[in-house]
C-alpha cells in the first residue's frame, strides 16, 4: 500500500489522519498485513467459505407496531436536533 | 470475595443486599486500578433495598443479592453506556441489553460498570478512551482485554462476579492474566441484543467469578433465548449450577502435539503440565492431538475482526447519535471529523483494515480467503471432536505484561490471542481457569468443548477447583 492508496481508503473509511502521521500509520498497517499474508501459505483450494460459526437459518417475525415512542426517545440522543428531526449541516446551496 | 458464600450470606439473612452492596460500593470508590467508567452508588443501594424489603420474591434467585459490575459494552436503559470509547462518551441508551435485563431479573445489583478496551479492540486495556486500567497483582502490568476491568474487578475482591464479552478471547485471556475463572458460551447461547456490536459473527457474553460455581450461576442468568437476535439459539435448557453435581464420568481429553513451538512463555507451559496432571489424577485420559492448523485462526482473525468491525462502525457519523465535531459547516467533513476525533488509534487501524479486505480489488484475496481458513478451523474442531470430549491448552502465550510494552515484534500485542481466537472462529464454548501462580502472578487454563458443551467445561473445571487452591490465590 502506498500514500496514495492510503488517502483512498482514507476517504472510503471516513477517517481524517494528517498527512505527517501517514508514514506511520502505513507502517503499522504493512505490519499487520505481513501476519495476515501468512494466510497465504494454506491450501485452500475446494473449501466453501464460512460467514457464521452455527450457521443458522435466518429469524423472521410479524412486522407489527409496537408502544415504544421512538421518535422522541432516539431525538433525545442526537448531538442537534429539533422536536421532529435530526439537524445537520446545509447539504444543498 | 467468594460467589457461593455470598449468595448463603444472603439466603440465610445474615448479610442484607444492602450491606453486601454497600460493601461492594466502598471498595469500588477506593478503586486504585481505574477498573470503572462509572458508579451508581444510589441506584444500587435502592435495588438492594427493594430486594430485602422483598427478600422471598428474590431469595431463590440465581444471582439473589449479589452485587454486579457489567462491562461497558452493555447498553443499559437511561444510563450512560461508553464502550470505552469518546465517541460514546455521554451516549445514553434508550433500551436495556438482554445480558444486563437478565442479571437485574436474576436478582443482582448492578453497582458500576467497568473499564474496557475501545469498542472491546485490545488485548491490553490500554485502547480504553478512560485510561488503561491496572492489574490488581501489579499496578505496573496491564490485566489483559478487552474485559480488563470485569476480569480485574473480581480479581480486585469489589465483586464476586462481573460480565464481559469475548470475540477473540476478551474474556478468557484477561481472566488468566488477572486469575479469575471465565468463560466464553457457544456463539448464540446469549443474546447480543444491546450489546455494541464489534465484530458479529465471533462477539459473545459471557461471566466472570472466582471459580466456575459462580460462572454457573451468571450464566445461567445471562443465557435465554431472544427473538431480538436472530443469532440466539434456543438450546438454553440446561442448568449450569445444577449440572456441576453431575457425574460425566472419566473423559478423554486431546492435549496439542508440539505446543513447544506456539511461542508460550515456559512458567504457563510449566503450569500447563501440572494441571495435565490434575486432570490424569481425576480419572480423565489425555490423548495427543494433531492442531497444526491452530495458528492460522490469527491471520483469519484479523480479517474477518476488522471487516465485521469497518462495517458495524459505520454507524458512528456524529448524526443520530453519540460524538459529533462541533462547529462543522459541511456535512461530509462532519463525518470525516467526527470519526476522526471520536475513535481512538486502534479502533482506526482497524477500520482502515476492514475497509480495505472488503474493497473490490482485495476481497477475494483478504475476505474470502479469510473465510476459507475459518473454514479449515471448523472442520478441524469437528474432526478432534469426534476422537476427544475436550481440548485443552494454555489461555495466554505470556503472563500479565507491563504497560506500554515494546516488543521487538510489532504484531506481539495480536498473538496474545493466538490460543484464544480459534473457538471463536469455530464459535465453540471455552474456558479459562487459574492455573497456579508462576512469578508471583496468575497463569490461565482453556478447556474447550464441543457446541453447547458449557455444563461439562464448568463441571470438570468445578472438579478441578475442588482439588487445587489455584482459584483461591489473591493479589
Sequence with gaps: MDKIELKNLLFLARIGIEDREHPKILEKLKNTFDLIDEMNELNLDNIEPLNNPLELNNVSREDSNNDRNAKKNFLKGSPESDEDYFIVPKIIE | ?475
Design chain 2, 1 to 475: 470475595m467468594n460467589f457461593k458464600l455470598q449468595r448463603e450470606n444472603f439466603r440465610s439473612k445474615k448479610i442484607s443486599a444492602k450491606e453486601a452492596t454497600q460493601e461492594a460500593i466502598d471498595k469500588a470508590k477506593k478503586d486504585k486500578f481505574n477498573i470503572f467508567i462509572n458508579h451508581f452508588e444510589n441506584e444500587a443501594l435502592l435495588k438492594a433495598e427493594h430486594i430485602d424489603n422483598n427478600f422471598d420474591e428474590f431469595k431463590d434467585l440465581s444471582l439473589s443479592g449479589i452485587p454486579i459490575a457489567h462491562k461497558d459494552i452493555f447498553c443499559t436503559k437511561n444510563i450512560t453506556t461508553t464502550c470505552g470509547s469518546k465517541m460514546l462518551e455521554n451516549f445514553v441508551p434508550p433500551y436495556e441489553s438482554t445480558v444486563t435485563k437478565n442479571c437485574n431479573a436474576a436478582g443482582s445489583i448492578m453497582i458500576a460498570k467497568t473499564n474496557m478496551d475501545e469498542f472491546a479492540m485490545g488485548s491490553s486495556n490500554e485502547t480504553s478512551f478512560f485510561g488503561p486500567v491496572s492489574n490488581p497483582w501489579g499496578k505496573d502490568l496491564v490485566p489483559g482485554g478487552s474485559s480488563g476491568g470485569s476480569a480485574a474487578c473480581v480479581a480486585a475482591n469489589i465483586t464476586s462476579i462481573s460480565t464481559g464479552t469475548d470475540t477473540g478471547g476478551s474474556i478468557r485471556q484477561p481472566a488468566a492474566l488477572c486469575g479469575v475463572t471465565g468463560m466464553k458460551p457457544t456463539y448464540g447461547l446469549v443474546s447480543r441484543w444491546g450489546m455494541i456490536a464489534f465484530c458479529s459473527s465471533m462477539d459473545q457474553a459471557g461471566p466472570f467469578a472466582k471459580d466456575a460455581f459462580g460462572c454457573a450461576a451468571l450464566l445461567d442468568a445471562m443465557a435465554s433465548y431472544d427473538i431480538k437476535d436472530s443469532t440466539c439459539s434456543k438450546r438454553k435448557e440446561i442448568c449450569f449450577e445444577k449440572s456441576l453435581n453431575k457425574n460425566f464420568g472419566n473423559l478423554k481429553i486431546g492435549v496439542i502435539k508440539n505446543i513447544d513451538n506456539l511461542g508460550i512463555n515456559k512458567d504457563i507451559l510449566n503450569a500447563y503440565e501440572n494441571s495435565k496432571i490434575v486432570l490424569q489424577g481425576l480419572g480423565h485420559q489425555l490423548s495427543e492431538i494433531d492442531f497444526s492448523e491452530l495458528s492460522s485462526g490469527i491471520c483469519s482473525y484479523y480479517v474477518i475482526a476488522p471487516a465485521e468491525c469497518s462495517s458495524n462502525l459505520s454507524r458512528f457519523d456524529g448524526i443520530k447519535f453519540g460524538y459529533r465535531s462541533k462547529d462543522q459547516k459541511d456535512i461530509s467533513n462532519l463525518y470525516m471529523q467526527t470519526r476522526s476525533e471520536g475513535f481512538g488509534d486502534e479502533v482506526k487501524k482497524r477500520i482502515l483494515i476492514g475497509t480495505h479486505v472488503l474493497s473490490a480489488g482485495f476481497y477475494d484475496a483478504y475476505y474470502l480467503k479469510a473465510q476459507k481458513v475459518r473454514r479449515i478451523i471448523k472442520n478441524k474442531f469437528e474432526e478432534i471432536f469426534k476422537e476427544v470430549d475436550l481440548i485443552f491448552m494454555p489461555t495466554t502465550l505470556d503472563q500479565a505484561f507491563e504497560k506500554n510494552r515494546e516488543s521487538s515484534d510489532p504484531n506481539r500485542m495480536y498473538k496474545e490471542d493466538l490460543l484464544t481466537i480459534p473457538a471463536n472462529l469455530a464459535g465453540l464454548p471455552a474456558i479459562s481457569f487459574p492455573n497456579g501462580l508462576k512469578n508471583n502472578l496468575p497463569t490461565g487454563g482453556q478447556l474447550i468443548a464441543n457446541y453447547f458443551g458449557e455444563d461439562l467445561l464448568l463441571n470438570i473445571t468445578n472438579k478441578i477447583q475442588e482439588v487445587t487452591d489455584w482459584h483461591k490465590m489473591i493479589p
